[in-house]
């Protein structure tokens, strides 16, 4: 059996019990030799190795040969482990916990420099110049993080990976994509649809959620349809609800902030609503999403990598980043309910065949690890 070392420091009970690290580590207990390496002590029927992060980053620890290294998040100060696994023949796996955004204003060179911008004036040549620091920058960015030692980075969506593998060419093949996943063996018996529109999110922590746009999609949606009302969970700043106050009382009516609810009561609001929004201006690959999937919704998103839960089309559907988009993609799946073209049971079939953990995500990265 492979020795595998799970790295993240972080790591506690709450992640242990309810997170997607906590899964993978249960899951690669049962495939490999695991030993989870961590700050905190934790659960005692995990084998694991509780040091200071000092200890960690410098790798003393690591005396297998061949071992594999499954490191979640990793930063630059891991750049002493990673030589010292590297002098081990070790394997080493970083699972990435980004969409990709802080690479996405960067991009090869040459395919916008010397086809575009090379002409024959001054402006162009400072741009090609422009672009060529961007290109030594970013990869120096990733030198510093120890991307020539690592085996392969682990991204949740495509948008990631296309991000990544256009930002950093010298890397594009050891990117690899792997969703995050979902237990999708919920009894559809258990669910009972009403026309509801919900949305959850910590919308005044994060403002790349864009209260701003659920608000404005909102009050166009209850002036053109009746017959759907919204439930929104998460505490949103008055500020955002102002515009609501023009519209009747009949409208508001449809409207219901219930506030930051359990993980439970999230769940149980899923139960009963047909569709989930997700507004966010970047997001990675939201858990959220997939367990309103998980409960037979459909989903409507910005292009973000949510949208890619969609499939396609046949799970939801993906807005531009205006209001007017995600209105009239609101409405389009509003109609695909009313006659019919959507179903719980469908969506939570077609997902599974996608995001479901036991069947789909840890086959995916037990195939990766074997092909090392």
């Known amino acids: ?44 029927s995990v084998r694991a190795l509780f040091l ?64 575009g911008q090379l002409r024959d004036d001054k402006i162009k040549i400072n741009k ?3 672009h060529f620091k961007k290109f030594l920058y970013i990869n120096s960015w990733a030198k510093s993080r120890g991307y020539d030692f690592i085996d392969a ?11 990544y593998s256009s930002a950093l060419p ?18 559809v018996g258990n669910i009972h649809k009403e026309n509801i529109i919900s949305a959850a ?42 515009p609501l106050q023009d519209l009747n009382e009949s409208e508001k009516s449809r409207i219901s902030f219930v506030g930051n609810l359990s993980h439970d009561e999230v769940l149980a609001l899923y139960n009963e609503s047909k569709i989930s ?32 839960q969609t499939l396609d089309g046949e799970c939801g559907s993906v807005s531009g980043w205006t209001k007017k988009s995600f209105v009239l ?5 509003i109609s695909k309910w009313d006659v019919g073209d959507r179903s719980p049971v469908k969506i939570m079939n077609k997902a599974s065949n996608y995001f479901d953990y036991r069947t789909s995500i840890i086959p995916k990265v037990v195939a990766l690890i074997d092909s090392l």
């Open 201 to 242: 999110a910590r919308w005044t922590d994060f403002k790349p959620k864009q209260p701003e746009l659920l608000i404005s999609v909102i009050k166009e949606i209850v002036t053109k349809n009746r017959d759907y009302r919204f439930v929104i969970a998460g505490t949103i700043a008055e500020k955002y609800l102002e």
């Open 52 to 115: 200071s992060r000092d200890e960690i980053y410098a790798g003393n620890w690591l005396s297998d040969e061949n071992a594999i290294l499954f490191v979640f998040h990793g930063s630059k100060a891991f750049v002493r482990l990673y030589q010292r696994a590297k002098n081990l023949k070790c394997k080493i796996i970083v699972k990435l916990d980004t969409d990709g955004h802080l690479v996405q204003k960067t991009w090869r060179f040459w395919d916008k420099a010397i086809y």
């Open 1 to 44: 059996m492979k020795k595998l070392y799970f790295i993240f420091c972080e790591y506690d009970e709450l992640i242990h019990k309810t997170k997607d690290p906590g899964i993978f580590l249960k899951f690669f207990q049962e495939e490999f030799d695991t030993t989870l390496v961590c700050i905190k002590p934790n659960d005692n």
């Open 329 to 333: 993609a609101l409405l389009g799946e």
């Open 277 to 308: 929004l997700s507004t966010s201006r970047w997001e990675g690959f939201p858990v959220s999403t997939l367990e309103a999937l998980s409960r037979g919704n459909s989903l409507v998103t910005t292009p973000t990598a949510a949208s890619e």
């Open 153 to 163: 980075l682990i991204v949740e969506s495509e948008v990631a990976r296309k991000r």
């Open 170 to 187: 010298l890397y594009a093949n050891k990117v690899h994509v792997i969703p995050n996943g979902y237990f999708f063996d919920y009894h």
């Open 128 to 130: 090609y110049l422009g």
